[in-house]
């Protein structure tokens, strides 16, 4: 399959036909969502609570975001790439964040950057799109900001609120960004604002009407097991099959069966 680019998601948008994005956060998962066929993978800060163990985003470092989407890009034959930029990688100056934004692409191989925030982060989007670098928005419930929000919660419930997601919206469009996430929203006020948008709309907890949709990974496989937010369709549960094939090796190594001659050199 061709590579995809940022143009496919406008087309896609244009025909009303669905974007698909999903988190992987090494070279064995990128390869099987790869060769699933999922238009973007998003080596998300997430990893933090999925990978990492921690309870927030907020400890993820720039160099580990780095490091993941060095081995992403690596297994990535078709889906874009995009690196999610970590808490302070561009909230303190514009300066910091083109020349982090720029490390995404320039040392780990992402053909874009992710980034949250909308009114406030306008102009630093658009210092990053000015330096050649594709940015995706990310606005509603944003988990950067999961402090100043009282927790993880769904934006946009009153009429206020409303209209501080839809400025952020126009804001991260007019600002530059190629598509923008809307998280933990309402389905009206996402269905809202992907009709109104020139540019794709990628949900997250924003129900149907967005032009795509996103899970992290280890949700939709039942590998991550803390919580399980409202919003997330688990396709499998591969952490009881892992479980069971670790506590079967234990068996037969305990018993001796294994390793039998089958499994020996002579």
Known sequence: M????ILDLYKKKAEAKKITMLTAYDYPTAQIVDQAGIDVILVGDSL??????VTS????????MLYHTKIV???TQSALVVGDMPFLSYQTSIEDAVRNAGRFLKEAGAEAVKLEGGVQMADVIRAIVAA???????????PQYVHALGGYKVQGKDEAAREKILADARAVQDAGAFSVVLEATPSSLAKEISEAATIPTIGI????DCDGQVLVL????GLFDRFTPKFVKQYARLKDQALKAVKDFKQDVDSGSFPSKEHSFQ
Do not use: N, Y
């Open 2 to 5: 061709p590579k995809t680019t």
């Open 48 to 53: 933090g609570m999925v990978v990492q163990g």
């Open 57 to 64: 985003t907020l400890p993820v470092t720039m160099e580990e």
């Open 73 to 75: 890009s690596r297994a």
């Open 132 to 142: 050649g670098i594709p940015v995706m928005g990310h606005i509603g419930l944003t």
């Open 205 to 208: 907890g924003a129900g149907p």
């Open 218 to 221: 280890h949700d939709l496989l």
